[in-house]
């Protein structure tokens, strides 16, 4: 796991920004992002609507707090685990055979696929990062 | 992470999930209101920006289609339909994201009734096509809710090629 405080700030604001971006772009089209989750046929029609209502403003909120620093590790923890979500979510569709959009950024989404898989995880890595951070400890001298 | 740092992040993480449902519900409350009185149970589109789109049950799409009030149009795949369709249907394979009719079909639809159905409950490309036409101008489209599997299951004709 990285250390150096620098790249640890960095992977703050980066993944806050996207998640903020993400969220923001899914509040502005609750049904197109209800019908997103939908079509990976998981849930039915209630859940896919409360899901569509409430992950987008989850994922405002923890990239807000991540990116701001305050509160850093738990919009890491949050990130963390809607990432592990998503990449399982996304693991049993492609296992299904399911040909469906992400849903992820609107629509600049793209295809469920390998590769988001592996942009899932590198996000996932980095959201890790922050959160097992040790704490600034006194300083020395 | 020490024990006590555990749950001070558990605790935070609860919190900031809470603050994201009371936003949520306060902010999307008059969609919420409205998913309550039983919008969007059969699909997700707001019914004033499309006033010409209406889901129907496969009762109402048979009285159409047995009393020749309506042009049935299958937005599955050519071999889909080729396997079997409602009887006189005519295909308009559709593909997500396509924003393109033919001017010859969009002919042949001006002024009537048109039934729309995909493969089942789940494919929406029949609700995409429908959007599609009625910002093309066609003003009474009625999507098969249930598609393709709900006429199947109605025991209701169906034609195919051999």
């Not at chain 1, 998640?19 to 896919?48: E, H």
């Not at chain 1, 990449?87 to 849903?103: E, F, K, S």
């Not at chain 2, 707001?46 to 047995?66: H, K, N, S, T």
Request: with cysteine; charged share 20%.
């Amino acid at each position: 796991m990285i250390r150096n405080r620098l790249v640890l700030t960095l992977f703050q604001v980066a993944l806050g920004g996207l998640f903020i971006y993400s969220g923001i772009i899914k509040v502005l089209d609750p049904l197109g992002f209800a019908q997103d989750v939908r079509d990976y046929r998981v849930v039915g029609q209630t859940l896919s609507f409360l899901a569509a209502v409430v992950l987008p403003w989850l994922e405002i909120f923890a990239g807000l707090f991540l990116a701001s620093g305050l509160m850093k590790r738990a919009g890491a923890g949050i990130i963390s685990a809607l990432l592990v979500f998503f990449i399982a979510l996304v693991a049993a569709t492609m296992i299904r055979g399911l040909d469906v959009d992400c849903g992820c950024f609107g629509n600049l989404s793209r295809k469920a696929g390998l590769g988001l898989i592996l942009e899932d995880a590198a996000m996932l890595y980095m959201a890790l990062c922050v959160l097992l951070a040790p704490r600034k400890g006194p300083p020395v001298g | 992470m020490s024990r006590g740092e555990v749950r001070t992040v558990l605790r935070q993480m609860a919190a900031i999930t809470a603050l994201s449902v009371a936003v949520a519900a306060l902010f999307h409350l008059p969609l919420i209101k409205r998913f309550a009185r039983g919008e969007f149970r059969d699909a997700f589109f707001l019914a004033e920006e499309f006033p010409g789109v209406r889901m129907i049950g496969a009762m109402e799409a048979e009285d159409l289609w047995a009393g020749g009030l309506a042009v049935f149009l299958d937005a599955r795949p050519a071999f889909l339909y080729r396997a079997g369709r409602v009887p006189g249907a005519r295909n308009v394979p559709f593909e997500g994201g396509a924003t393109e009719i033919a001017d010859e079909l969009l002919a042949a639809l001006s002024g009537r009734t048109v039934v729309v159905y995909c493969e089942e409950e789940d494919c929406r490309t029949s609700l995409e096509l429908a959007k599609l036409l009625h910002d093309r101008g066609l003003q009474d489209l009625r999507v098969l809710a249930g598609g393709w599997d709900e006429w199947r299951r109605a025991g209701l004709p169906e034609e195919g090629d051999r």
